[in-house]
């Protein structure tokens, strides 16, 4: 246990403990029937509060580095991991009752979504770009069973191949760039890479070719334009449960991928990573609310709606700023908590035979449920970025960071974009509001899913009205 602590083990002890609990759930599992299937469920959201335990006990107040540099302890991975933990727990208790009534749960769904978990805290706390792809691979693979996880379904099949193959190229070509970059610099480790960049210079043909390389990665994983086909096909295809999974706590995954590889990593190299972000963020924006517009199923115009956000995220990161960084990060947050929200209403109004992922499925949403359509409408205003809900302020706080460093025309395509995607949001609003019911059916939903989607809702207004919690938190652990 001494060696342990020396080596720096005491604070990656949530790392272990996730890692330990997952064998034991894995062992158990074997061994239970579908009746006592529960127990596997019950155990992984005690895994959860274990973990969250370990990051608040054994936090840092100052980056710590462990492992020989491999692995990097810091205020902001703290804050990261434990909403990772609270956006997984969520995404488990939404998805209980919708699996339990297409005999769909099963350990597998807990035990993937814990090993993506652990790939996401190794991403965020990696110190090297040797650690950043172990995350990477563990999350990607993960990611990949769990969208095949319905083994009835062609179509979740298909996606999977899909995401899979283009996962395996995108992850191909993260690990390229890698190797370029480490050749031309000697170092793996972020902190040793940023002296070496400096040394060698930013504009050093090898380093651009392989920082070229780098993005594309980066691109894949956050799903931006042109590197976003797999988005849709893998949003509609896979089971609501899974696609709410992947539009939560990987996307946390992805921001931090970028902040310790862009702009630790390579931040001599800013100008160079500027221009390439700069071109990914319009086109996201711009083809994210555009066919948006276009769709007919609520799962695939929130995947194009995910995709538009991206390009938000991204113009926080391209002002290579500490302020953009941190609206960065409390977009990121925002757009989780909303979107985690947005997915939940699916589930809340499906039943078995009927799955209530077509827009005309929320139609005279209102006369069946006042209640969950005022829900949906403060889930669908806060994403649009409409006062004051708590998405107003992240897209403030974005626009806000690129004005900083005098790219005002682009703070203007993003005003302009934002116009164009409260269309499709406000659409949803009118279905809700204005429309006759097509179905009659009362919601079949328990009390659990009920409460903590109701809980979802009123923290978008809440955060919305007292933004400062939030923002101040982004700004005390990103200095």
């Known amino acids: 246990m001494s060696s342990w602590t020396e080596m720096g083990g005491q604070v990656a002890s949530a790392e272990a403990f996730v890692l330990t609990a997952l064998c034991v759930i894995l062992v158990i599992d074997v061994f239970l029937t579908d009746r006592t299937r529960w127990l596997t469920y019950v155990l992984s959201l005690l895994t959860l509060a274990g973990a969250a335990y370990m990051t608040v006990r054994y936090g840092v107040q100052a980056r710590v580095t462990a492992f020989d540099g491999m692995y990097i302890a810091d205020p902001m991975g703290d804050v990261l ?6 956006t997984v727990a969520v995404s488990f208790l939404y998805s209980r009752e919708y699996l339990q009534r297409r005999g769909l749960f099963k350990g597998e769904y807990f035990i993937l979504g814990l090993v993506a978990l652990l790939g996401v805290m190794v991403m965020v706390s990696a110190g090297s770009l040797l650690t950043v792809y172990l995350g990477v691979e563990l999350l990607s693979l993960s990611l990949y069973a769990m969208v095949a996880f319905d083994r009835e379904s062609g179509v979740a099949a298909e996606s999977a ?49 392989g920082l070229a390389f780098i993005i594309v990665g980066i691109a894949f994983k956050f799903g931006a334009v042109p590197f976003h086909m797999w988005v849709p096909d893998v949003y509609h295809g896979a089971p609501t449960p899974v696609t709410l999974f992947i539009g939560s706590a990987p ?36 083809i994210g ?61 499906s039943r078995n035979g009927f799955e209530a992922d077509r827009l ?12 969950f359509a005022a829900i949906m409408m403060m889930l669908m205003f806060s994403t649009a970025g409409v006062p004051p809900f708590i998405g107003f302020w992240a897209k403030l706080a974005v ?30 609003i009118k279905l809700m509001y204005f429309d006759d019911p097509t179905d009659s059916h009362a919601i079949e939903a328990g009390g659990t899913l009920r409460a903590v989607l109701s809980a979802n809702g009123v923290a978008v207004l809440a955060l919305g009205v007292f933004p400062s919690a939030l923002i101040d938190l982004c700004a005390r652990v990103l200095p």
């Open 289 to 349: 609310n555009v066919v948006a517009i276009a769709q007919t199923n609520l799962k695939r115009m929130l995947a194009y709606s995910t995709i538009s956000h991206v390009g938000f995220i991204l113009l926080g990161i391209l002002s290579g700023t500490n302020e953009g960084y941190r609206a960065s990060m409390f977009y990121t947050l925002t757009y989780v908590i909303t979107t985690v929200g947005s997915f939940g209403m699916i589930l809340l109004l």
């Open 161 to 209: 191949m899909k995401y899979f193959v283009l996962g395996a190229i995108s992850s191909g070509t993260l690990l390229y760039g890698f190797s370029i970059v480490y050749g031309v610099t000697g170092t793996l480790q972020l902190d040793e890479l940023a002296v070496g960049v400096r040394e060698v210079g930013a504009a050093n043909l090898g380093l651009v070719f």
């Open 81 to 86: 991991k434990l909403f990772s933990y609270g």
């Open 399 to 428: 626009i806000g960071a690129v004005l900083d460093v005098g790219l005002a025309w682009l703070a203007a395509v993003a005003v302009v974009l934002s116009v164009v995607a409260a269309y499709y949001y406000l659409r949803v």
């Open 251 to 286: 996307k946390i995954a992805s921001f931090v991928l970028a902040i310790r590889v862009l702009a630790e990593g390579l931040d001599a190299m800013v100008a160079s990573w500027q221009d390439m972000l700069i071109a990914l963020a319009v086109l996201s924006l711009l």
């Open 360 to 371: 005309e499925d929320f139609k005279g949403l209102n006369r069946r449920s006042p209640w």
